[in-house]
């Protein structure tokens, strides 16, 4: 196969995003219930976790929210010692899987182009990719906020194929999700992996373009599939 | 030329080493004027540059000593103050020169092999690369204190060579001390690249052995010796 470049997902493919969050999440309640908000830590955390469906994850007052499903006013205290508690715990766990930099440096002594296609705020995915380590490693970095668009749309994957020169046949996109990653990839013509470490949910494709090109394990499968 | 691998020492090479031991240091001793330490700063800085050349860099008891020669007997709290700022400060200056990981995936990327020989207490070397993400860049890492000799001992150039199956003649070396990195990489057969970082002091070589066969002020410079 001639393949020229892999793009990546950042969130759950070239990190444990979901350790991170749920670890953070704990340990922010538990910081504010230390600074006095009385309630349970499991309730509280599965409020929370409602919260953040609704409002996304990059709303600015879930810890407000919080208070306010227990009938409380803002105190500030207790929500800043939630966003310290939160910062410090997320830092600590934005490492990346023990084989994202050897596979990544694999892939560059092989000539492999590599780029990243993430959802998100470009900030806040830049600010992963720099305390992951990984900024200087992709000669292609698409955020969805840039382009107004978000994941399955077929722009995302196209603008960085493009930005690589290439041909969306000869780019591998790597991602965890079907609907958005695998998709979206499958839509812009690219081949498709889908990245499933041990502990993501599972669940089937739901349409013909759902149909991932290779399912792996650990990103270092990546270079079994370039051979 | 024909180059196949490129050693570095860390400390001035990688990163910048002075800025952070310098900032360090005048945190910590901020910190401990602030918990009760009744003193000038710029003079306590000096005399904790004197111990810190009396008993080198990994002596653990640098704080005690500095209150010592203030006629002072042993406050933790204050100690412990001065521990935290050092540790703290030291973290977040342990970030690489803009161009070394570039520079490092464009070598890997020419599939030239890297290592490293670097002075000092293996685990603390070893911090260092992993807290510069840069532990997984390097295919041979010798720490002195791992042979039982320092720098310009040849032997810990001729293993990182040895580790590396190559010739020392095939292997760049790449430091800023003169005596350390130059005499022993040149006395153990391999090329010598002197990095003089702006800001560096410089001085004239003593020997013959001290001669470096190229001088450079980036690290991104070896692309262009290895052309």
New interface residues.
């Given amino acids: 196969m001639k393949i020229k470049a892999v793009l990546f997902d950042i969130d759950n493919t070239l990190f444990n995003t979901q350790v991170m969050a749920s670890n953070s999440r704990r340990n922010a309640v538990k910081a504010m219930i230390e600074a006095g908000f009385d309630v349970d830590l499991g309730g509280a955390l599965s409020v929370l976790s409602k919260i953040v469906r609704k409002y996304g994850p990059n709303y600015d007052n879930h810890y407000d929210r919080l208070l306010e499903e227990y009938g409380l006013a803002p105190n500030h205290r207790v929500i800043a010692a939630g966003i310290v508690a939160y910062h410090t715990t997320k830092i600590a766990y934005l490492v990346p899987y023990s084989d994202t930099?050897?596979t990544l440096?694999q892939l560059?002594?092989n000539?492999i182009k590599l780029g990243v296609v993430s959802d998100g705020l470009a900030v806040k995915q830049w600010e992963k990719l720099i305390r992951l380590?990984l900024q200087?490693?992709f000669q292609a970095v698409v955020v969805s906020e840039d382009l107004g668009v978000s994941k399955p749309d077929g722009v995302l994957f196209s603008r960085a194929v493009e930005m690589l020169s290439l041909k969306p046949t000869q780019v591998l996109m790597v991602g965890d999700r079907l609907r958005k990653d695998i998709y979206g990839a499958n839509k812009a013509g690219l081949v498709s992996v889908q990245i499933l470490h041990e502990g993501s949910s599972k669940r089937k494709p739901k349409n013909q373009f759902e149909y991932p090109d290779y399912v792996i394990e650990k990103i270092g499968e990546i270079l079994e599939i370039l051979v």
Wanted: hydrophobic share 35%.
């Fill in positions: 930099i050897p440096l560059r002594e000539k380590g200087h490693f």
